[in-house]
């Protein structure tokens, strides 16, 4: 793709998420098109990936898909955007089944869809997917800022977020690996409940990143009790799957 095929995927990006969710989103950062960029150029070092984009006459983009394909020959459905104007004419769904085609046998496709989104649930249940479980992406306030984190990939995260909007955050916190995510300039990313519910990890964070606002997490609603005062959520997300028989082929 062309930088130009990669604004107009990026504008497709942008269209298709709400703006209560778009802070919560590492596609709506700024440096989506430069995140892709690097994808494509060195393909050799994403193999898992696998990007799909539909054209009109014209050769505008008009429909986007992000894959990852597994050893196991498992696949998930990471985005998937329709323009609006091309709407109701089965790309979405030719998009998926070019994957499929592409990938046989492929054991099974998983991908997660808002609870909210009540048309893109038909049309997931239309092609044969089931909801296998929900998740809730909850919100909370930072607590005020203490002592600084000490990150082992302070250089590299400083780039990716100067670059994309959104990166990842490595340290050792009492004795343990821990994982955090910058997403734009207000979102601390938390990937389970402990950092989620650890106000020193958080005011650390904060007293890191001044402009840090709120962190979130995403869980299983299962999960997602007991939780700090003053927790939200934001939306939620339901798991679905579709699996394939080898003999009989795709559906």
């Known amino acids: 793709m062309t930088s130009t095929d990669l604004e107009r995927v990026n504008a497709l990006l942008q269209e298709a998420w709400s703006p209560e969710l778009r802070p919560y989103l590492t596609s709506t950062q700024h440096g989506m098109t430069a995140f892709l960029d690097v994808h494509l150029t060195h393909p050799e070092s994403f193999s898992d990936k696998r990007y799909y984009v539909a054209t009109d006459a014209d050769d505008q983009a008009i429909g986007f898909a992000e894959f990852r394909l597994s050893a196991a020959k498992i696949g998930f459905l990471s985005y998937i955007c329709v323009s609006e104007r091309a709407r109701g004419r089965g790309i979405a769904a030719a998009l998926i089944e070019h994957f499929v085609k592409s990938h046989e046998p492929l054991e099974r496709l998983e991908l997660d869809v808002f609870d909210d989104n009540v048309p893109a649930l038909q049309f997931y249940e239309k092609l044969g997917f089931t909801q296998r479980s929900?998740?809730?992406?909850?919100?909370?306030?930072?607590?005020?800022?203490?002592?600084?984190?000490?990150?082992?990939?302070?250089?590299?995260?400083?780039?990716?977020?100067?670059?994309?909007?959104?990166?990842?955050?490595?340290?050792?916190?009492?004795?343990?690996?821990?994982?955090?995510?910058?997403?734009?300039?207000?979102?601390?990313?938390?990937?389970?409940?402990?950092?989620?519910?650890?106000?020193?990890?958080?005011?650390?964070?904060?007293?890191?990143?001044?402009?840090?606002?709120?962190?979130?997490?995403?869980?299983?609603?299962?999960?997602?009790?007991?939780?700090?005062?003053?927790?939200?959520?934001?939306?939620?997300?339901?798991?679905?799957?579709?699996?394939?028989?080898?003999?009989?082929?795709?559906?």
Request: positive net charge; aromatic residues 6%.
């Open 134 to 251: 929900q998740s809730a992406w909850l919100r909370r306030g930072l607590p005020l800022p203490s002592k600084a984190l000490s990150l082992s990939n302070p250089p590299e995260s400083a780039a990716a977020h100067s670059a994309y909007g959104f990166c990842e955050l490595k340290l050792q916190w009492q004795g343990k690996d821990v994982r955090l995510g910058r997403i734009g300039a207000n979102v601390l990313r938390c990937f389970d409940l402990r950092s989620f519910t650890d106000d020193d990890l958080l005011a650390g964070a904060k007293a890191t990143f001044a402009s840090l606002t709120e962190a979130l997490t995403i869980l299983p609603v299962s999960e997602a009790n007991p939780l700090p005062p003053g927790t939200s959520t934001v939306t939620k997300s339901n798991r679905m799957v579709k699996t394939f028989d080898d003999k009989a082929g795709p559906a």
